[in-house]
């Protein structure tokens, strides 16, 4: 069976947001039909060579495709080896948080990024987040860079750091299927649960597009589909744990995270760091150490609280976890409905793990808002709450549709966890 037989059923229709990506990119890129587009009743609906535009879209509304659209379009003037060797070398030069990880590989970096192979679905997807969503490309970017250079650092070989680049470059791809505004880049820490729900299939569409309309190793795609899994079995979509989570997905979990943390125009390796260690046994080590010596090296940050504020964030933060618990508990008494009784497991789950991370983040000891750790103490406070705000979206939708009753328990008990940031 061809490759895009196997993925007629994924991408037999044209996806609405990547199309609408693709069009948007056309008005400064040279985006054109490679072969004829046909629908599966035979009839031409594009003709070769025709660059794409608004019409292509209404042609395509409702259309059962021959071929995935996405094999039959390339962007001429797109990203080639060359551009992207260019955007990683403007990222090394003025990326001070990302420098003293990337700098001293950078050569080799630089060296490796221009054999990289770029298949011509996945050119065709960077060129048009690189015309029409700026920051999707640029997170591309630093997860190449980054996942190459903690692979470089850990002494890889030169097949070893192409394919981290590659995995890195790639891992986001499933996100041109969901609308923007639902993006980790964009939206993370502040998407209600039915965004959530939308984000979450990202890393199944990429290991379908990496997959099914590449060539690229096995090995990139299973990291592509795995790069929000967590070691500890609390990541999505499949809560894989352990070694059911590859080598190459473990390192680009890693990178993505790090690079999710750095979300604020001052945050640096520290933070990343923070947000790497907060709940023990999430990450692979081999990969977070590296990091995190590197981020020890850097001077201590300066507090921007004081120590009393911080005090009471750190008690209100203490406070909601044990309310947390206690609600969980409480909740966890008598008959429920299978999916209630799934959502209540996997809050109880979440929350267990989060508690053990304020167990040893010190956070609870009278010390732990004075001096050179306060920074530390405001990074740790700030990820636990977003962690918090993630239970929350993970058990509503793990709970699904719910009798009224259950569901009014359910949106009480969520209230209850993400607390938000305190001023």
Same mark, same amino acid.
């Given at each position: ?22 069009? !948007? ?122 996942? %190459? ?6 002494? %890889?070989?030169?097949? !070893? ?13 499933? !996100? ?54 967590? &070691? ?31 979300? %604020? ?19 692979? &080590? ?43 508990? &409480? ?18 789950? &979440? ?54 009753? !259950? ?12 607390? %938000?940031?305190?001023?």
């Amino acid at each position: 069976m061809s490759t895009t037989s196997r993925s007629a059923s994924a991408f037999s229709s044209a996806n609405p947001h990547a199309l609408a990506t693709i069009l !948007e990119a056309s008005e400064t890129r040279r985006i054109i039909a490679a072969t004829d587009i046909f629908d599966l009743a035979g009839t031409k609906l594009w003709a070769r060579n025709q660059p794409v535009s608004a019409e292509l879209q209404r042609k395509l509304l409702d259309r059962k495709l021959r071929e995935p659209l996405e094999a039959c379009l390339v962007a001429e003037d797109g990203v080639t080896s060359a551009s992207l060797g260019a955007a990683l070398a403007e990222l090394i030069e003025r990326d001070g948080r990302l420098a003293p990880l990337l700098r001293p590989q950078a050569s080799r970096l630089l060296r490796e990024v221009t054999h990289l192979h770029l298949h011509p679905v996945a050119q065709l997807l960077l060129s048009a987040a690189q015309a029409a969503r700026t920051e999707t490309f640029e997170h591309a970017v630093a997860a190449m860079a980054l996942s %190459g250079a903690l692979m470089a650092q850990q002494g %890889g070989q030169t097949p !070893e750091v192409r394919l981290a680049m590659l995995a890195g470059l790639l891992h986001d791809l499933g !996100e041109m299927y969901i609308a923007p505004e639902f993006g980790e880049a964009e939206a993370d820490r502040e998407l209600d649960a039915l965004s959530y729900r939308q984000l979450v299939v990202h890393p199944h569409v990429g290991l379908l597009l990496v997959a099914q309309l590449t060539n690229y190793p096995g090995a990139v795609a299973r990291a592509v589909a795995e790069h929000h899994e967590r &070691l500890d079995g609390s990541g999505y979509p499949h809560r894989l744990s352990g070694d059911r989570i590859s080598v190459l997905g473990r390192l680009v979990a890693v990178a993505d995270a790090a690079l999710s943390a750095l979300h %604020g125009a001052h945050d640096g390796l520290q933070r990343a760091s923070v947000a790497l260690r907060a709940v023990p046994g999430e990450f692979d &080590l081999a990969w977070v150490g590296p990091l995190s010596r590197v981020a020890c090296a850097e001077p201590a940050l300066p507090s921007v609280m004081e120590p009393a504020d911080i005090r009471a964030r750190r008690e209100a933060l203490g406070e909601v976890l044990q309310a947390a618990e206690d609600n969980l508990a &409480l909740l966890g008494v008598g008959e429920r409905s299978p999916g209630m009784q799934a959502a209540l497991e996997l809050g109880s789950f &979440l929350v267990a793990r989060l508690r053990v991370g304020w167990n040893e983040s010190g956070l609870w000891h009278a010390q732990a808002a004075t001096g050179t750790d306060a920074a530390e103490v405001e990074a740790m406070e700030d990820e636990l709450y977003f962690r918090l705000r993630g239970i929350q979206r993970a058990v509503l939708m793990r709970a699904g549709e719910l009798p009224a009753e !259950e569901a009014a328990v359910l949106a009480a008990l969520c209230e209850s966890l993400p607390m %938000g940031r305190m001023a």
